[in-house]
């Protein structure tokens, strides 16, 4: 496994625990009061589910598509 996978599947296994962390996070009841006044997540939700779905769908690709045997010149 190359260095570029392993990074890969890092940045997935972490973007796991943000988004985890975001969707636990979004059933608390200050959560749900702020949604309820506001209509929206708090920031530090949004952060969560924004930045562990990016970096779980980066970590994915690395370890699909990172790494390529071709040849290097």
Do not use: C, D, H, P
């Amino acid at each position: 496994m190359g260095i570029i996978r392993l990074v890969g599947v890092m940045l997935a296994v972490a973007g796991g625990v943000l988004l985890w962390t975001g969707l636990n996070a979004r059933e608390s009841l200050t959560e749900r009061a702020t949604q309820a006044f506001t209509g929206k997540y708090t920031e530090q939700t949004t952060l969560y589910l924004a930045g562990g779905g990016a970096a779980l769908a980066g970590g994915l690709l690395l370890v699909l598509f990172g790494g390529g045997r071709g040849k290097r010149r």
